[in-house]
């Protein structure tokens, strides 16, 4: 099994280095290129389905990158970082040791912790394991996302190599099942 994993496209929080999470943001212009981009790299690789984040930013991502008009389902367990009070914060002022650590379930009161996330992804993955053997998925999700399953297939809990991967905006990454 390939999975295939893409970055949305830039939002104007990613450009002001601001907390996203999971509000409805559309591409920006910049976003709608990044994504077109990866159309041309995806264009001719063989994709059985598109799992995608429920969120605008994603689904305008895929949008634009499903010009095989590949099924598409979504689902919730993809998407971004549930942040509550600490949306639209400067990045510059979060505490990544704290913010990245395997142990927090929740953060600053009511901020979803990475451990949350990697739960979330962990079932994800098992279960498009079991679903979709011998197939090729393309998920289409956010930063944090990337970065869990990136941690997942790579074995890491290091908070310092955690914080060392980041999957830009537009950009894929492949993984072998």
Known sequence: MKLYVIRHGEVDINKKGLLNGRNNTHLTTTGINQAKQASELLK??????????????????????????????????????????????????????????????????????????????????????????EKSVLVVTHGDICKAIYCYFNHISDVSKIIQFQQDNGAIAQYEI
Not at 65 to 71: F, S, W
Not at 121 to 126: L, S
């Open 44 to 133: 001719n690789i063989k994709i059985d389905i598109i799992i995608c984040s429920p969120l605008k930013r994603t689904i305008e991502t895929t949008e634009i990158i499903n010009i095989n008009h590949i099924p598409v389902i979504y689902d919730n367990r993809i998407l971004e970082r549930d942040t509550k009070s600490m949306m639209y914060q400067s990045f510059k002022q979060v505490n990544l040791n704290y913010f990245y650590n395997l142990e927090n379930k929740i953060l600053y009161k009511d901020c979803e912790g990475f451990k949350s996330i990697m739960m979330r992804i962990t079932d994800f993955i098992e279960d498009i394991q079991k679903q979709y053997k």
